[in-house]
């Protein structure tokens, strides 16, 4: 029997998502029956949950006769039923004077993001920051130094430099040095790793003459630099706030999913959020990983500029308050994209004629 999802069936559920969130008891229809937005007996609110429940989006616990939401109903809840919270004003001065205060204590802005954020939600938080393209050598230069060494200096087009010291063959001269570096430059650099094929090197061995033995030493150096600048950073904050949720009372539950909430798995999670998205929710079986299948992550996306890109999420109980967690979270990172913002250059008044 095809069952309708009827707009009474869909009150029911969300009252029954939020009356769960509140509580962390399954709900019954004694409970919804009484609501006024509901109007209905508790013998019609049941035969509603039982279609519910028929049709996937409610659960029945073992030894209760209420009902929780199911990943499903949770999916449902968030796509279509949820309404929008708003802070209010003594919430929005709350994360204004947290924001103020602790940012503008500490140069590493991502790493005390996580730390409010967990703080403000009470759940486990992370925030990465990642590259919006794959950095590339942007300049090579040789210099000598001391007698039989030089000074390799590599600079990214993320902005880093990375020098070192190198032995040198003895019969390289300065000249050889300035040869080196201006094939270096003009094959190498606007290249990813990636892009660091045998053709490549091979054309630059051949390019070098006599200290082509520096080339193996030179591409491995920037090879390294590149993978590593490439890597995101991930910082997490308040795993252990897990353990004061209800569904995290069992030792053995809590502590399989701890083991494995660290920064290799939160840096799987970029790629969920997809490239036009900047606010992503995962609940339950939709996570990147088995251990997560019992928790909800909501995540959002913001700019950096330099060819960086920040998100910020946090990780809790499918039972989490996904529209107060979203406001708090879209807050937040719209002033870490003003903050961020480059200040746009005053225009120049006209030269007089």
């Given at each position: 029997m095809n069952m309708e999802l009827t707009e009474r069936k869909k009150k029911i559920l969300r009252a029954i998502v939020e009356e769960?969130?509140?509580t962390a008891e399954p709900v019954s229809s004694k409970t919804i029956a009484v609501l006024p937005e509901i109007a209905a007996s508790s013998a019609t609110v049941r035969n509603e949950m039982s279609d519910l429940t028929e049709m996937?989006?409610?659960e029945q616990p073992h030894t209760s006769a209420g009902r929780v939401p199911s990943p499903a109903g949770y999916r449902l809840y968030i796509d279509e039923l949820m309404q929008d919270?708003?802070?209010t004003a003594a919430e929005t001065q709350n994360l204004k004077q947290a924001m103020e205060g602790r940012l503008k204590q500490f140069d590493d802005v991502l790493a005390q993001a996580s730390k409010i954020v967990s703080k403000m939600t009470n759940l486990p938080a992370y925030s990465v920051a990642s590259h919006t393209a794959l950095p590339t050598v942007k300049k090579f230069e040789l210099i000598l130094a001391e007698e039989n060494s030089f000074i390799l200096v590599v600079m990214t087009s993320g902005g880093a430099i990375k020098n070192r010291l190198i032995r040198l063959p003895l019969d390289c001269t300065e000249q050889d040095l300035k040869m080196l570096s201006a094939v270096l430059n003009a094959a190498m650099t606007g290249l990813t790793e990636a892009e660091f094929t045998p053709e490549v090197l091979d054309r630059v061995t051949r390019s070098a003459g006599k200290v082509e033995g520096l080339v193996p030493i030179i591409v491995d150096f920037a090879v390294n630099l590149l993978q590593a600048e490439a890597k995101d950073e991930v910082f997490l904050s308040g795993e252990m706030?897990?353990?004061g949720q209800p569904e995290f009372?069992?030792?053995d539950k809590a502590q399989q999913l701890l083991t494995r909430l660290d920064e290799e798995m939160i840096s799987n999670l970029p790629a969920a959020i997809g490239p036009n998205s900047r606010m992503k929710i995962l609940v339950g079986p939709e996570n990147v990983a088995e251990e997560l299948k019992d928790t909800s992550v909501v995540m959002t996306r913001f700019d950096i500029g330099d060819g960086m890109q920040g998100m910020i999420g946090v990780v809790g109980p499918t039972?989490?308050?996904y529209a107060q967690i979203t406001a708090?979270?879209?807050y937040f990172t719209e002033s870490l994209s003003r903050m961020?913002?480059?200040?746009?250059k005053p225009e120049l008044p006209e030269a007089k004629k």
């Open positions: 769960y969130i509140r996937g989006y409610l919270y708003s802070l706030k897990l353990l009372r069992d030792p039972r989490m308050d708090r979270l879209t961020f913002a480059k200040p746009e």
